[in-house]
């Protein structure tokens, strides 16, 4: 059960840093509805698993929390990403981006060209 | 990193679970309120927009799950809700917990007990750097030690495979510090002894191998640390004191190290000596005697790489050449290398056979305490059956449950173990501030130190797994389906189990322990009331030597008449008589061979008999009320210029002259030739122990043979204490520098008894533990078969059984286990008493007491654990039970 949901947590993870990186510090509402419009469906329902990867990037120390305001000025809890988080989403972005490439490569592949 | 730093998150957060809780429940309020109100803009109605929010975040529960399994430390809180339940599972049946408890505790107590003494006996007996190398040498064909000085002085100097060797007596002195004069156990001990333990001093210096030149150039002392402690307490000024030692000036020069006592486990000398000062303290001068083997050990630690084969060949090579070239002192040197703590082999392996043996029987006790509470805890698992099958049926994994069962056993077992190692903290204590005899320095260290505690500890998880073990197979194998209908389940009667096997042979141990107990008590209660040819009742003992205090020949003999004077005016002393021993006074004893009239060669061999020898003062028999049975006793006029003469006892009477009318006025010899007339006969009596065979032994007047050893034999009816008081000052008058000790004789009588005590209280210890386990063994049967049955039981109720019935329906089995375990327990018993009869005097199972108190104990252990499962069976109301299905 685990193993299944890895790759989209992880995706999910990625996705949250790379929109704190872009947005600054958003509460999870706001993280969720930028994840939507861009991703389309990957959180068109069951936002709320959003909270336990926020908890687990907090634990990581990629990303940090406090109370503020939000919009319609209640209490909301703000993520933002910290250094350490940057530091990550880097080498993530790297990571990600030599592996998609890789895949492109070898999806591209002919028959010929592997003989 | 990333990994432990969420580990340590987890658990800060475990700890203010509360609070998280609190901000997850805002946040998802938050959120939903916000897509709420985005829906709303884009134009649903309120309700609408609720619902599609909360829609859109999903199951919330589901989350809240993940959520916390994210955030705190999973297994550990599964465990402590494991915990909680087992406490509360525990509270609701008392007397299952606290006879399991119990159980688990004597067993895992006994264990440590046994451990921590083979611990501080057998596997670190002396505190010393290097102990592994460190070996003692005996002789080659007896396990003794003896040598003699010169001897000692060849092995040390010819060896090739020893560091060094040193040697050490024991020996018994008078200290005089210049206030109350004592006597004193203290080790001779050759120069280099410390250096060669590698031992450094706690205070001052020790003194070395370069401190000795020749006989009493070295009148030296070394502390012991705790008799420092308790007789110049703690007093660091006492280095460079001169205190008198026998009447001569000794140094004290330092004290030993705290964990130090000695190189003899179970004796403590109070301070060491040099070996060359021998003749100040022991009045002899045996240093150049090279057939007078009177050191006690000689030990060493082998060179590094040196096999233990090595040393012994190399001791051997010495051995032939002492041989060849003192053909007349020393024949047959061989030697054998052995721990030195426990006296080699002498006493080495019969210790190590009988801790041994005690540690696998505590070993099989826990065991069988295992085996009981499996079966306790199975018959626990199987009224459990429906709550399992229900948590089952819930959804619980089976995996899940065995934890919770498991956490259970172990929650038992841990409260065992923790209370059983409470206990033997409390026994061991005791037992190392033991001294079983008062006129030795004997005490045995036994304080459980870091490896009893980690036995402990491994026995205690071991055993939890293993009798929480026993219910899993029942758990694997429940149909929660067919539990839930109702299914009958199935009851195995008739046929006999190995369950039942064990539980008869453990019946049948408990019973043999309790009658062995039975017959040692009561043999040691006969011993106290038997005829010893004394009586030791209203009566003082008052030892020294007067060598102590420089006294001998003539001088001693005008002191020992003066103290026989001055002791006969105390208000209340009936008589008071003097002897050179007592009979059963641990460490006195003397005897000597005897020859017919007409004998001439006087070769051992030769001997008509070796009785004991007492040199007595007249009214010694008085005193000590022995019945004179033909002739007289002595007078003030039997001395050095009177013709010699004898009182002897009836067995020497009959050994010698054949019998006592024979006796009365003949003649023997001793060894020197002496002639000897018998003026008086007097009644046998026990003399070194009490289950020694009728044995010879001889009076002679102590003006006719004088010694300075002196026994005071004090009867009065007074208070013993006051008596002593009163005596001790009296002798302080008469030379304040003589150390005395002073004790009841029936007291002495208690040394004696040593063995059959021993016997006495390890079968009723090991009794009670059986009889424990038999309790359990029993109780957990019928508990089981009880509950197995209830329904059975029930119905049988239902149709108009009377209670009779019931309970033998219930508990026939085992009442019937309990008769057939006792009765074999007892016939084994009454077979094992004649072993006993050698250690415990007057031992026999020829009493109707020991039948009775069987009986009586079995019984009442029967009823004990049959009592619960009875009251249950009593109590079935058969209207609830059958409408409970």
């Known amino acids: ?115 | 990193m990333k990994s432990i730093k969420r580990f340590f998150a987890r658990v800060v957060s475990f700890a203010i679970k509360r609070a998280q809780d609190q901000r997850l429940q805002e946040e998802i309020a938050e959120h939903i309120a916000l897509q709420t109100a985005d829906n709303m803009s884009a134009g649903l109605s309120p309700a609408e927009a609720r619902r599609q929010a909360n829609l859109k975040f999903g199951a919330v529960e589901a989350m809240k799950e993940d959520y916390r399994s994210q955030r705190g430390l999973q297994p550990f809180e599964n465990l402590l809700r494991d915990l909680r339940f087992a406490l509360r599972m525990l509270r609701k049946s008392p007397g299952f917990t606290i006879v399991a408890v119990a159980t688990l505790a004597m067993a895992i107590g006994a264990n440590a007990v046994v451990f921590s003494v083979l611990n501080a006996l057998i596997l670190h007996p002396l505190h010393i750097p290097q102990a592994e190398t460190f070996y003692g040498i005996q002789h080659g064909n007896d396990a003794l030690s003896y040598q003699s000085y010169p001897d000692y002085l060849d092995l040390r100097d010819r060896n090739r495979t020893f560091d060094d060797i040193a040697a050490y007596d024991v020996a018994l002195v008078g200290l005089d510090t210049g206030e109350n004069p004592s006597r004193a156990w203290i080790f001779l001990a050759s120069g280099n002894y410390f250096d060669v333990l590698h031992l450094q001093p706690f205070l001052g210096r020790f003194f070395h191998a370069s401190d000795e030149h020749g006989p009493n150039s070295a009148p030296y002392i070394v502390l012991s640390y705790a008799y420092w402690h308790i007789h110049f307490q703690d007093d660091r000024g006492v280095v460079g004191r001169v205190v008198q030692v026998n009447k001569h000036p000794f140094t004290i020069l330092g004290v030993a190290p705290p964990g130090f006592h000695g190189t003899l486990v179970f004796f403590n000398p109070g301070f060491f000596v040099p070996l060359v000062n021998q003749e100040q303290v022991e009045g002899v001068n045996d240093l150049n005697a090279r057939g007078h083997r009177f050191i006690f050990m000689t030990m060493g630690h082998l060179k590094p790489g040196v096999t233990p084969a090595q040393a012994t060949a190399d001791l051997n090579s010495i051995g032939s050449y002492l041989e060849k070239t003192f053909p007349k002192d020393d024949d047959q040197r061989t030697f054998a290398l052995a721990r030195p703590s426990l006296y080699g082999d002498y006493l080495g392996k019969p210790v190590r056979a009988f801790m041994t043996g005690l540690m696998l029987l505590s070993a099989l006790i826990l065991l069988a305490a295992c085996a009981n509470l499996g079966s306790l805890f199975g018959a626990r698992a199987a009224d459990r059956s429906r709550e399992v099958a229900l948590r089952l049926a819930l959804g619980a994994t089976r995996s899940r449950i065995l934890r919770q069962l498991f956490t259970e056993a172990l929650l038992l077992s841990v409260l065992g173990g923790a209370l059983g190692l409470l206990g033997s903290f409390v026994l061991l204590g005791a037992l190392s501030n033991w001294q079983p005899f008062s006129r030795w320095p004997a005490q045995l260290p036994v304080n459980p130190d870091a490896n009893v505690y980690v036995v402990a500890l491994l026995l205690t998880l071991a055993s939890g797994f293993l009798f929480g073990a026993v219910p899993v197979r029942q758990v694997l194998h429940t149909n929660p389906y067919e539990i839930i209908k109702g299914a009958p389940r199935g009851v195995a009667r008739g046929h006999i189990t190995i369950r039942d096997v064990a539980l008869v042979v453990q019946i049948a141990i408990c019973a043999l322990l309790v009658t062995s107990s039975i017959v040692a008590v009561r043999g040691l209660m006969r011993s106290l009331h038997s005829d010893l040819g004394f009586d030791p009742n209203d009566s003082i003992v008052a030892d020294t030597d007067l060598s102590m205090s420089g006294y001998s020949g003539e001088r001693a003999l005008q002191m020992q008449k003066r103290m026989l004077d001055a002791v006969a005016t105390i208000p209340g002393v009936q008589s008071v008589g003097l002897t050179d021993w007592a009979p059963l006074v641990s460490g006195s004893g003397n005897d000597s061979t005897v020859f017919s009239d007409a004998a001439t060669d006087f070769r051992p061999s030769n001997a008509a008999a070796k009785p004991y020898m007492f040199d007595i003062s007249p009214e010694y028999f008085q005193a000590a009320r022995t019945t004179l049975r033909a002739g007289r006793t002595f007078t003030w006029q039997d001395d050095q210029n009177a013709p010699r003469v004898a009182v002897i006892n009836q067995e020497f009477a009959r050994r010698v002259f054949g019998s006592e009318k024979n006796a009365m006025g003949q003649y023997f010899k001793m060894p020197d030739g002496t002639r000897i007339q018998v003026v008086g006969i007097v009644e046998n009596g026990k003399y070194q122990s009490l289950t020694e065979d009728p044995s010879p032994a001889m009076y002679l007047p102590f003006l006719q043979s004088p010694s300075t050893q002196t026994y005071l034999v004090v009867r009065s009816d007074r208070d013993p204490a006051q008596l002593a008081a009163a005596i001790r000052s009296t002798m302080r008058n008469l030379d304040p520098s003589l150390p005395v000790y002073m004790g009841p004789w029936n007291q002495e009588l208690a040394t004696t008894l040593f063995g059959s005590r021993i016997a006495a209280i390890t079968l009723s210890v090991m009794g009670a533990i059986g009889a424990m386990l038999s309790i359990t063994g029993i109780f957990g049967m019928a508990a089981y078969s009880v509950s197995k049955r209830l329904r059975e039981l029930g119905i049988r109720m239902a149709l108009g059984a009377q209670r009779k019935e019931v309970l033998q329906a219930a508990l026939g089995r085992a009442f019937k286990l309990l008769a057939v375990g006792s009765t074999a327990g007892l016939l084994l018993g009454i077979m094992a008493s004649r072993v006993l009869s050698h250690i415990v005097y007057q031992a026999t199972p020829r009493d109707p007491v020991v039948l009775a108190g069987v009986v009586a104990a079995m019984l009442l252990l029967g009823l004990l654990a049959t009592w619960i499962p009875a009251r249950r069976a009593l109590s079935i109301d058969p209207a609830i039970l059958m409408r409970e299905d």
Not at chain 1, 29 to 37: H, L, P, S
Not at chain 1, 89 to 99: A, C, F, G, K, P
């Open chain 1, 1 to 115: 059960m685990k193993q299944k949901a890895d790759v989209p947590q992880g995706t999910l993870a990625l996705m949250v840093l790379k929109t704190l990186d872009v947005l600054g510090p958003l509460h999870g509402y706001g993280i969720a509805r930028r994840i939507e419009q861009i991703s389309g469906d990957l959180l068109a329902v069951n936002q709320g698993t959003l909270y336990p990867v926020l908890l687990k990037l907090e634990q990581e120390g990629v990303v940090a929390s406090e109370w503020g305001a939000s919009e319609n000025n209640r209490r909301a809890r703000f993520y933002r990403l910290t250094r350490e988080g940057r530091k990550q989403l880097q080498v993530e972005t790297q990571d990600w981006q030599q592996t998609a490439a890789m895949i492109e490569r070898f999806f591209a592949a002919k028959a010929e060209d592997l003989s």
